[in-house]
């Protein structure tokens, strides 16, 4: 086992520790007092649960997935891109950038009603609704990561007749990678938030919609097994932006990039 395999399981032993205490007092309460089964499951209710019908959840999680990854994957497109305007067009900036903090701000729950009006109670609507969710973080954090690299640097360049193309690719590229994967890791956990909150609204699959039924006929054994494969997708998302990033970090180095 080499020394990164051997953090990564030392690492691993503290939450999967907290899981299984967390497990067993969990069950421990649903023995020791007279709480009835509808109202907190025990924790094997739970996996007999998954067990019995593992089609419904694995079917619904691919719907919530799929919203997920189209929705985020135009927010986050269109994060990217409006984020290389605001850090390079200086009139584009200082029209823009305080709108943008300002809506940031806004409760994107608060969106929704519109959307409901302007695009109906169609797919559509969750669509843009994950899209506006994932699309804030991403372009505020790769538009301060652009504009992070030391005038020095670019002062360097430019003594050696590099292009602006080269200074941004060099220079401004590197530096701005951190903050890109932070304001990715932000908009994949809203895309699920999001894509949850889309399907109590609009849909009539997913994750969220098997909660919200659940919920209405009272079913917390529903609830607690599709939060539980919830968290699972949640889970499984994040850490794929994990991977990308340390993936990123170990091809280009990024081990020794001074961001003081």
Excluded at 134 to 161: I, K, M
Excluded at 254 to 259: F, I, K
Aim: charged share 15%.
């Amino acid at each position: 086992m080499n020394r990164r395999m051997h953090i990564a399981a030392t690492d691993a032993i503290y939450p999967v520790t907290a899981l299984f205490v967390g497990v067993t007092c969990w069950w421990a309460i649903t023995l020791a007092t007279e709480v009835p089964p509808f109202v907190l499951p025990p924790p094997n209710a739970i996996v007999v649960r998954l067990a019995g019908n593992p089609l419904l959840y694995l079917t619904n999680a691919w719907y919530t997935l799929w919203k997920v990854v189209y929705g985020g994957t135009i927010g986050i497109t269109a994060g990217i891109a409006l984020a290389v305007f605001v850090a390079y067009v200086p009139w584009f900036r200082r029209a823009i950038y305080p709108y943008l903090v300002t809506v940031r701000v806004l409760p994107k729950l608060a969106i929704a009603p519109l959307l409901l009006i302007y695009l109906g109670t169609g797919m559509t609507t969750a669509i843009v609704f994950i899209a506006l969710i994932t699309f804030f973080p991403l372009v505020l954090n790769t538009a301060a990561g652009l504009d992070r690299a030391s005038a020095e640097y670019h002062e360097l360049l430019r003594s050696v007749d590099a292009s602006p193309l080269e200074r941004i690719l060099y220079v401004d590229v590197p530096y701005a990678i951190p903050d890109v994967f932070a304001g990715l890791k932000q908009s994949v956990t809203l895309a699920v938030v999001g894509a949850v909150v889309a399907e109590w609204v609009v849909a009539d699959n997913g994750l969220g919609f098997l909660i919200l039924m659940g919920s209405e006929n009272v079913r917390t054994d529903i609830m607690l097994a599709a939060l539980f494969v919830l968290s699972i997708e949640g889970l499984l998302v994040y850490g794929a932006v994990a991977l990308a990033q340390r993936g990123v970090d170990d091809r280009l180095d990024l081990g020794s990039v001074d961001h003081n």
